[in-house]
């Protein structure tokens, strides 16, 4: 069955510096990816959607690869803010439109 | 400003009963999904359904079933409420591969 990983272990980076978090996967061959921001005690926000032919997308700070070689998705926002502090999870389409959630990965950003 | 109601933020139930969680989206989505959250093991798809009275079990349908009589509205019933059963509980919905999941803000369910 699929496997998605992410680093359970938190990243903690200086406010300004680029967050760069990974999600791994296994046994899958995706179309779509997508990454969201969950804050503690609420659900999940949609922040990005990637197709498999999209090396790259990019929104304002947020950037996003696909490399469905490696089967791997790179999800970095530069000049990171501690607004930016959060659990972020990728997702990756199965069939009739659902998506399986890796665990997430906190980002804590220190001023 | 579209979004997911779930019916209730924080819920106690004793074990044995049945339990009701309701969601309801207003973007006229035809996907809807409940999940459930727990530490360690990120979001596991309990149940799904693609249109009105269609559903589809997901990896842990086991001890729940769901009901979607109208479109805007998905319900997710615990039979009889058991221990291992505590967790988040999050609804979402989808316009097909448009966009995004819109996730409800969860109920944390504590059965006891």
């Known amino acids: 069955s699929q496997k998605i990983e992410q680093n359970s272990e938190a990243l903690n980076i200086q406010e300004g510096k680029t967050a760069t978090l990974t999600c791994n996967y296994t046994?899958?061959?995706?179309?779509?990816l997508q990454w969201y921001r969950q804050d503690p005690g609420r659900g999940p926000v949609f922040l990005l959607l990637?197709?498999?032919?999209?090396k790259e997308k990019r929104k304002e700070r947020l950037k996003v690869t696909f490399d469905t070689t490696l089967k791997q998705s790179l999800f970095h926002i530069t000049a990171s803010q501690p607004a930016d502090s959060a659990t972020y999870l990728c997702?990756?389409?199965?069939?009739?439109?659902?998506?399986?959630f890796g665990s997430g990965t906190k980002l804590n950003v220190k001023p | 400003d579209v979004k997911v109601t779930q019916s209730s933020r924080y819920l106690v139930k004793r074990t044995g009963e049945k339990v009701f969680l309701e969601c309801v989206q207003d973007?006229?989505?035809?996907?809807m999904f409940w999940y459930r959250q727990d530490p360690g093991l990120g979001l596991r798809l309990i149940y799904f359904?693609?249109?009105?009275?269609?559903?589809e079990k997901g990896d842990i349908p086991e001890g729940y079933s769901v009901s979607r009589e109208k479109k805007e509205r998905f319900s997710l019933i615990l039979e009889s409420a058991s221990t291992n059963q505590t967790s988040m509980y999050l609804c979402?919905?989808?316009?097909?591969?448009?966009?995004?999941?819109?996730f409800g803000s969860g109920t944390r369910l504590t059965v006891v």
């Open positions: 046994n899958y061959s995706p179309a779509y």
């Open positions: 997702a990756l389409e199965g069939n009739f439109n659902k998506f399986y």
């Open positions: 990637i197709r498999e032919n999209e």
């Open positions: 973007m006229d989505h035809e996907n």
């Open positions: 359904s693609y249109d009105v009275k269609m559903k």
């Open positions: 979402a919905s989808s316009f097909r591969q448009l966009g995004g999941y819109t």
